[in-house]
């Protein structure tokens, strides 16, 4: 075991950027977090700026380390996590991005989507990366970027461009613009990354029309990539993921067949299959994962696009929240919903539906429904497209899942936990540390520099701090049920999942 023994998590989500501190037995030290901008500027796009990424990110490691009370000198190493398909391009002489992020919520790429689909380009996609052609992913984005933005094509042909997912940015940020590398779980989410060969693919790289040149080196998840600088220390930058697949290794869902769902700004369930990539015939996704001592395993996931960020909408654009928080009592005031579905199709549906083009809305309203109505119809929605993509993993893998381990901001609602195991009448089990996305990070770093010898030691570091077990009739569960699926083929009709 290294002397040095606190490990800090970076852990970059889509609405805040949170730091976290371990101790070598895994234990939360300190926590310090800041939400940024979300940027609007055209119906169904999404963006972020990617130095107000960065600002927020670097003051939160600074404001952790404070908070730790901790020197400098025990920081062993840095571990990266983050919001996955993100697209950054800067300019690699001055460092400036030459757009803002173009964000995973983001629609904007839908038309090149739907060009290719028309070309017949959606199999390939699907057999080499396991993915579905939606703008949801980077390739698409950064083709739109290169198309859209003045000179960015001629500037990225004569290699003066850089592209990065936000592991990417934050890296090349951290060590100075020395490295621009990236790992397996962050590109199996670019579009450009063939899953069973581990490297970018150029039949990918020319349907998409993206110099080669503008991607990043690919690294293990589990490896140093570089230095950075804190007070005059040279600290490794050691372990990174995409956040879905850093909670899964967090939860130590490294054998086939666990499984966890984590409810932040979109809900992310994930089932690790080992190393055999399991290809979906129920409109889930194929995706790299990480396995037992950190090596590469796959796989299945369920994406839904909007998970917490329904309640965030309630909070900031409807006014009828403070908090967060505020929505468990709220809801618990009313015994149901009065009838009221909310479909939020905000950004289109993503697992199983795979609709682009559709749009949310609120169904069933009556002289009698209220806001607190509304309110747990929000919840409920977030519960119900989980169940929806439970029930997808279960038909794939011709095994029901009688268990999900939670994580993310969202599952701090006993409420919504209550209705999770009730609308699926699976266990639902949450752990006492809910920052598994950081946890994750804070292994694969603590792995690559000897912190810890290996995933067996790191077992004892979990444990449960209440698991929900369903209440609900089975008659009930799916009169309530059926009435979903009729809101979701209102707003998406010819979905093939209908
Ligand atoms: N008590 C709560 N009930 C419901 N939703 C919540 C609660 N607390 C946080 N959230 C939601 O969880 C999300 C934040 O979770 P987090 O895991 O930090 O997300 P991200 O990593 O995507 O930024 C927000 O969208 C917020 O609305
Ligand atoms: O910000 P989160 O935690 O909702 O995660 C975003 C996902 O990585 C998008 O694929």
Redesign the pocket.
């Known amino acids: 075991m290294v002397a040095k023994k606190y490990i800090v998590a970076l852990d970059q989500?889509?609405?805040s950027s949170r730091a976290i501190v371990f101790d070598h037995q895994a234990n939360i030290v300190a926590v310090a977090h800041r939400e940024f901008t979300q940027h609007y500027p055209q119906a169904g796009w999404v963006e972020h700026d990617p130095m107000e990424i960065w600002s927020s990110q670097s003051s939160v490691l600074v404001e952790v380390l404070t908070r730790a009370g901790i020197s400098r000198h025990d920081v062993a190493a840095i571990g990266i996590t983050?919001?996955?398909?993100?697209t950054i391009v800067w300019n690699k002489h001055t460092g400036k991005p030459i757009c803002n992020a173009v964000v995973?919520?983001c629609r904007r790429s839908q038309s090149i989507c739907q060009q290719l689909k028309v070309q017949g380009a959606e199999e390939m996609v699907r057999q080499k990366t396991g993915l579905v052609l939606d703008p949801?992913f980077s390739a698409s984005k950064i083709k739109w970027i290169l198309d859209n933005v003045e000179g960015a094509r001629e500037q990225a042909e004569a290699g003066d461009l850089l592209f990065g997912t936000v592991d990417t940015w934050l890296v090349w940020k951290l060590t100075q613009g020395e490295v621009h590398v990236t790992e397996p779980t962050n590109a199996s989410?670019t579009m450009l990354f063939n899953i069973h060969t581990q490297e970018w693919d150029q039949d990918l790289l020319e349907l998409f029309d993206i110099p080669r040149v503008m991607l990043p080196d690919i690294k293990p998840s589990c490896a140093i990539y570089g230095y950075t600088e804190l007070a005059g220390n040279h600290v490794p930058v050691a372990g990174m993921a995409?956040?879905?697949q850093s909670a899964l290794f967090g939860q130590l869902c490294i054998a086939p067949g666990m499984a966890k769902n984590?409810y932040?700004?979109?809900?992310?369930l994930l089932m690790n299959t080992g190393e055999k990539a399991v290809e979906s015939t129920h409109g889930l996704l194929t995706t790299v994962a990480i396995g037992a001592d950190a090596k590469v395993n796959y796989a299945l996931e369920g994406?839904v696009f909007m998970?917490?960020?329904v309640i965030q909408w309630l909070r900031d654009e409807l006014g009828l929240i403070a908090d967060a928080c505020d929505t468990q009592y709220f809801a618990e005031k009313v015994d149901d919903t009065n009838g009221v579905y909310l479909v939020p199709a905000f950004v289109g549906l993503g697992a199983p539906y795979w609709d682009a083009d559709a749009r949310g809305a609120i169904i069933g309203l009556t002289r009698g429904a209220n806001r607190n109505h509304i309110i747990r119809a929000a919840l409920e929605a977030i519960a119900y497209q989980s169940r929806d993509v439970l029930d997808a993993m279960s038909k794939d893998s011709d095994v029901p899942l009688t268990e999900i381990r939670v994580d993310?901001g969202a599952v701090a609602n006993d409420f919504l936990m209550q209705f999770q195991a009730d609308i699926t009448g699976a266990k639902v089990i949450r752990p006492l540390v809910t920052e598994t996305?950081g946890m994750g990070a804070a292994f694969l770093a603590g792995l690559a520099v000897g912190v810890w010898e290996s995933t067996d030691q790191l077992k004892a570091m979990l444990s449960t701090e209440r698991e929900f077990i369903s209440t609900m009739d089975h008659d009930h569960r799916a009169e309530i049920y059926a009435g979903w699926k009729k809101a979701v083929s209102q707003v998406s009709p010819n979905s093939p999942a209908q």
């Open positions: 989500g889509t609405t983050n919001q996955r398909e993100t995973w919520q949801y989410r995409g956040d879905q984590t932040g700004t979109g809900c992310f994406s998970g917490g960020a993310g996305t």
